[in-house]
């Protein structure tokens, strides 16, 4: 049992799914509901049919996966990545990340000139699209020298478990607009979704808004839709079902925006963060749960 900083004490079930077991690669969980660092593996170089099997797997049952001492190419990036879908392109309209010569590939490169970051809230990657993105990977080959601008990662499903089951049937059948333009300026989409969703690999539930693009509840009144909502973030970012990632020189994360949500922290300005991202395109729509 967890006990609340703001309220009565909260109970977080374990996942029931046991501990997994994998025989070409290590995967070292790095909280009890989110996260988990693979070592043992090469992503410079094509994985084997076993690699790959045991990595989408590793994907689906910890949410977010880190690797380290990875110095890869945009190649590398793509082809990795590539295995779990398509690449798409982001939807923004205006951002803060930065085009390169390959379409499929974003810079995220901030220092002592940069007025802002993106992703300082917590977040799903682009949720105003019609069908959001799978998932993300952020390759970063350059690192503030004494630490800093660590990403914050969060278990939507740990977050949907720990909720009263009252409040689970009130939220089941609801739905909420995603608006783009909140972060990306007008002409980015805005999107209708469930606020309970179930991933269709897993099929757990999780809660589905964010901070950055929620705007509103659709069947609620405006004050109560702000009530619920404002519960709901606060919720979801508890430091209980979430993990720190810590970067070093070349490494990666790569995350499952169908259950996860993260936010990077600026705390290393003026230094430099730089690397680069690609991002899974999504297949359908947030399922309801």
Not at 4 to 9: D, L, R
Not at 132 to 152: A, E, K, R, V
Not at 217 to 243: M, Q, T, V
């Amino acid at each position: 049992m967890f006990t609340s900083t703001i309220g009565a004490p909260i109970t977080a079930r374990t996942p029931t799914q046991s501990a997994a077991t994998y025989q070409s690669i290590t995967v070292t969980p790095a909280s009890p509901h989110i996260g988990a660092e693979v070592t043992d593996i090469d992503l410079t170089q094509p994985l084997s049919e076993r690699q790959i099997q045991e990595v989408k797997d590793a994907f689906t049952r910890y949410q977010v996966l880190f690797f380290r001492d990875q110095k890869i190419s945009f190649e590398d990036q793509i082809r990795f990545a590539g295995l779990f879908g398509p690449l798409g392109k982001h939807v923004g309209a205006q951002t803060i990340s930065k085009s390169t010569d390959h379409p499929l590939v974003r810079k995220f490169h901030y220092d002592e000139t940069s007025q802002r970051i993106s992703g300082e809230s917590w977040h799903s990657d682009q949720s105003c699209a019609p069908m959001p993105p799978l998932g993300s990977m952020l390759y970063n080959h350059t690192i503030p020298p004494d630490g800093g601008g660590d990403t914050m990662f969060a278990s939507t499903y740990a977050a949907y478990e720990a909720l009263s089951e009252p409040m689970k049937n009130f939220l089941s059948g609801l739905t909420a607009t995603h608006d783009g333009a909140r972060v990306f300026g007008p002409g980015t989409p805005k999107s209708s979704h469930p606020i309970i969703t179930r991933h269709p690999e897993s099929g757990r539930k999780g809660i589905f808004v964010n901070w950055d693009f929620t705007s509103h509840i659709n069947e609620l009144p405006r004050s109560e839709s702000e009530a619920i909502l404002k519960f709901l973030y606060r919720h979801i970012g508890r430091d209980e079902w979430a993990c720190r990632f810590r970067w070093q020189a070349h490494s990666i994360a790569f995350w499952d925006n169908r259950c996860a949500q993260h936010k990077a922290l600026w705390d290393y300005w003026p230094n430099v963060r730089s690397g680069f991202r690609v991002q899974i395109e999504g297949v359908q729509a947030p399922i309801p749960g």
